[in-house]
């Protein structure tokens, strides 16, 4: 859990991120932010493709990021803005399915609960989550004996 300066600072990352969306087909952007241990903060936003089941969400592309880092395991915290594209609406974004699924990874590999911060594109509203709240019954690494310190 982050402190409110820090939450903001995150999602504005998230919100700066969102700026960068490839959605012609949607017109709706997402960002992404993720805060590390060391409070480094990468970040992600959609990308979308034609054949559409190709497209990326923000969180995943953020996550796959800190991935090819090497830092899965130093994930604290995540933000997502999102909402449509120069629709001026305040839209309260939270992950799809396959994000929540890759935050438990995420929160399974770190050994920690993650903070997760869904906002509007203001800042206005901002949902406090866990990946539990956002995907109870979860099944990851620890089902499969991999835990925080085991990669395979």
């Known amino acids: 859990m982050q402190d409110e300066q820090q939450v903001g600072q995150l999602i504005a990352a998230a919100r700066a991120a969102m700026a960068n969306a490839h959605a012609p087909y949607s017109r709706f952007a997402v960002g992404a932010a993720v805060r590390l241990t060391d409070g480094s903060i990468v970040t992600g936003c959609n990308f979308e493709n034609a054949s559409y089941g190709l497209s990326l969400c923000a969180e995943t592309v953020a996550l796959a990021t800190v991935n090819a880092q090497g830092r899965f395991a130093d994930v604290t915290d995540i933000a997502v803005v999102g909402g ?15 994000c929540r699924q890759i935050m438990n990874e995420a929160e399974q590999m770190a050994g920690r609960t993650l903070g997760i911060y869904c906002a509007t594109p203001s800042g206005d509203r901002i949902l406090d989550l866990t990946v539990a709240d956002l995907l109870p019954h979860a099944f990851g690494p620890a089902d499969l004996g991999i835990g925080p310190t085991t990669k395979s």
């Open 84 to 98: 449509a594209m120069n629709a001026g609406e305040e839209a309260l974004v939270t992950p799809c399915g396959r």
